[in-house]
């Protein structure tokens, strides 16, 4: 009989897994359910559902015929390919025929799938139908890498083509329809580089970004930004602190130069209108004119620039004008600070979404940030059982109180003429270095427990329940291990055969020296036989193996202590004269909103929200500072805000919190408020560089979450100062 990977137990091995590839995947929705599929796993089904457990692991502490009964859930299943309803008048699709789909789109009710050089039609709203003579061969040169869908046409990719199919919608038969070729030039890479803008196709070719223009024809919506696919831009902010001497060489550095990766991701946000160009180690972003996002930062205090990526291959999701970003994080180890035999560092490949315009980042402004969940472990933790009987430690909930509440339950020994167990014993070591178990007094011996409500009325025969020394068993509120025990001969307990039954609710916290574990520690010695059973028949025990859930504690970091700031740099046209004048800057003159700097702590960092620089003669980036003089003209950590109201001495303040209030600061029944529109200041830059050219670029780095800065114009003034002049002979 077929087995879910989920049903494993400690008595079969049902684990089949499916191992994935970096081949792009196609998604497509049909009638409310999302089908998925690539070159290598064939086509799969995802339908909607509440999932409530988040975690899942294989179960090897429990046999098969007493463990949970659940395997996979049946929201993700494949897609079948089988016989329609009419198999005494058609011939149909299977499996074998169709093993694997790179592309696929939706035509009205028919999913169309892409395989080499053919589409396949299916049934309407029937996926898993498809009529073996309802297809089209399409002559490309290379194998088709993505489908779309107008509502009237089929639009068809290969890797450097696109096409244009008119056909029926619906009803039965479509394949047939007039096929035009729009383009032997432009293609586009893969199913994940196309999107829609409505009704129109938008994708990403090898080189640049195109859409559907009309009928039969295409637009290329890249132009300005054509060079990034012809041959690569450079970070106007990345080259010049670099070049500037900015950065040392043990450090990792960062990127100047990038060109487009083989796996871009393309995606497009309605309410924004914005459209997603996802590579590698960027995002292009079309939104009235072209931007880049960049995922690193530059920023660093020894020496001032260092590189460093928070984020690994990213990619931007749309729908209903939310966009996410999917990222791979660095990996990160949790290191065990515990000394336990049982310590084990974790290696994490986490991924991290990001939801656009919810702010905050990396930086601690949501409570909890920093707090790492490691998932934890089961295992056996010493002694083998007879008959089946053990002990199963599991983890029931980590409380408002910081406590991590352990239910141990018990599975009696499996024998024809056994009876309910009057008498069992529990005994289990832990890290006493980084945990400690919840008694009813603090320093005391006696466990604070629960019981579940069906043992509340065998309560009386809970004789022990106490932190122990683990050699004489003696009561100790320093030991190394926790002994239960129950003996009531004349209330047994009647514990189901094959199954794990609830008997006691323990609690544990860690200690003000846990630093972070990956481990409780939990350990059986050997010798420990006489304080590990579960009677068959009163005095005849049964030796029970014990299972452990093995929990992480990762502390979470103060507030402030990590986080990334957000960059940005925008570099003007380099103005030029194609008639030897010289030209002379005035300055630049700004029109931003700012909440102005926030207090940082001690950096020798020189730049801050606002900074500026100007070169001449194309300086700016092709020498070093060092190489001469005034060739780069900086403005560092320019004040983005300007002083707006009068204090009681006569003097200017700025309009900030601290600064200026509504109520008064040393009443807390007025309050201490600040309440008002945010201000919009021209900020003047007032510098001086002369040259046959002039580059400008503006940039800053906002460091603190409170740090807000938006630039609505920038306008530069110069002046046309004469002709080269030469000196000397």
């Avoid at 500026?612 to 300086?619: L, W």
Wanted: contains cysteine; proline residues 4%; charged residues 20%.
């Amino acid at each position: 009989m077929l087995k879910a990977c989920y049903e494993t137990a400690r008595n079969k091995d049902a684990s089949t897994w499916i191992k994935s590839s970096d081949s792009p995947i196609a998604f497509q929705e049909l009638a409310g359910n999302l089908y998925f599929s690539n070159n290598s796993m064939g086509v799969w089904v995802y339908r909607p559902s509440l999932v409530v457990e988040k975690n899942k692991q294989l179960k090897v502490s429990s046999d098969y015929e007493w463990s949970d009964p659940d395997g996979e859930s049946s929201v993700i299943t494949p897609v079948v390919f089988s016989t329609g309803l009419n198999p005494e008048h058609f011939e149909y699709i299977t499996k074998n025929d169709l093993p694997t789909v790179p592309a696929m789109c939706a035509h009205g009710p028919v999913l169309v799938y892409a395989e080499g050089n053919t589409l396949y039609y299916s049934d309407d709203f029937l996926p898993n139908n498809i009529n073996a003579k309802n297809l089209d061969i399409i002559p490309v040169t290379s194998d088709i890498t993505a489908v779309a869908s107008n509502g009237q046409q089929i639009f068809i990719f290969s890797k450097n083509e696109t096409w244009a199919l008119q056909t029926t919608i619906g009803g039965g038969k479509i394949s047939g329809g007039v096929l035009t070729q729009l383009s032997n030039e432009v293609g586009c890479i893969s199913a994940q580089s196309i999107t829609s803008i409505g009704n129109t196709p938008v994708w990403l070719s090898d080189n640049g970004v195109y859409a559907i223009s009309g009928q039969f024809s295409i637009a290329e919506l890249s132009e300005d930004i054509r060079e990034y696919w012809r041959g690569g831009i450079s970070d106007p902010y990345s080259h010049y602190t670099t070049q500037s001497g900015l950065t040392g060489l043990s450090n990792t550095q960062p990127t100047s130069f990038s060109r487009d990766s083989e796996k871009p991701f393309i995606s497009y946000n309605e309410k924004y209108k914005e459209l997603y160009c996802s590579f590698k180690e960027k995002t292009w972003v079309m939104s009235e004119g072209w931007f880049i996002w960049d995922y690193s930062t530059a920023y660093d205090s020894t020496p001032i620039v260092k590189a460093s990526e928070f984020i690994q291959g990213h990619s931007l999701l749309s729908l209903h004008g939310e966009t996410y970003m999917v990222g791979l994080n660095p990996p990160a180890v949790y290191d065990d600070t515990s000394t336990v035999a049982s310590a084990v560092d974790v290696t994490s490949l986490a991924y991290s979404i990001h939801e656009l315009g919810r702010g905050g980042g990396t930086d601690n402004s949501i409570s909890g940030e920093n707090k790492s969940i490691v998932e934890g472990r089961m295992r056996s933790i010493g002694l083998s059982s007879i008959d089946d009987t053990s002990y199963h430690l599991e983890l029931y909930e980590i409380n408002e109180a910081g406590e991590y509440v352990y239910l141990i339950q018990g599975v009696p020994p499996n024998q024809a003429a056994a009876t309910a167990p009057a008498h069992w014993i529990i005994k289990v070591g832990f890290d006493t270095t980084n945990w400690e178990p919840v008694v009813t007094v603090p320093g005391g011996v006696l466990l604070d427990y629960q019981l579940p409500h069906e043992r509340i009325a065998s309560k009386s025969g809970y004789i022990r329940a106490d932190r122990v020394d683990e050699v004489t068993n003696v009561q100790s509120g320093t030991g190394g291990a926790f002994l239960i025990e129950y003996d009531n001969a004349a209330f047994p307990q009647n514990l189901n055969l094959k199954q794990k039954n609830p008997l006691i609710y323990i609690k544990f916290i860690p200690t003000s020296t846990n630093l972070g574990t990956n481990t409780m520690g939990f350990y059986q010695d050997a010798g420990w036989f006489g304080s590990n059973y579960i009677e068959e028949s009163i005095g005849v025990p049964r030796t029970a193996e014990t299972f452990a859930w093995e929990q992480s504690y990762r502390p979470d970091l103060p507030n402030n202590t990590t986080g990334n700031p957000v960059e940005y740099v925008m570099k003007g046209t380099t103005l030029e004269s194609d008639t030897g004048l010289q030209m002379r800057t005035r300055g630049l003159y700004s029109s931003i909103t700012s909440h102005g700097k926030a207090s940082l702590a001690a950096s020798s960092y020189p730049f801050g929200l606002y900074n500026a620089a100007f070169g001449s003669d194309k300086r700016l980036f092709d020498a070093q500072v060092i190489d001469g003089d005034n060739q780069v003209v900086e403005v560092s950590d320019k004040t983005s805000i300007r002083t707006r109201t009068q204090d009681s001495a006569g003097g200017m303040t700025y309009k900030t919190f601290g600064n200026t209030y509504y109520g008064d600061p040393a009443d807390a029944t007025v309050g201490n408020l600040l309440i008002d529109d945010e201000q919009i200041d021209t900020i003047a830059f007032s510098t001086s560089t002369r040259g046959e050219s002039i580059t400008t670029m503006v940039f800053g780095f906002i460091r603190d979450k409170a740090e807000v800065i938006k630039i609505h114009s920038i306008n530069m003034a110069y002046k046309v100062v004469g002709a080269t002049r030469r000196r000397g002979r």
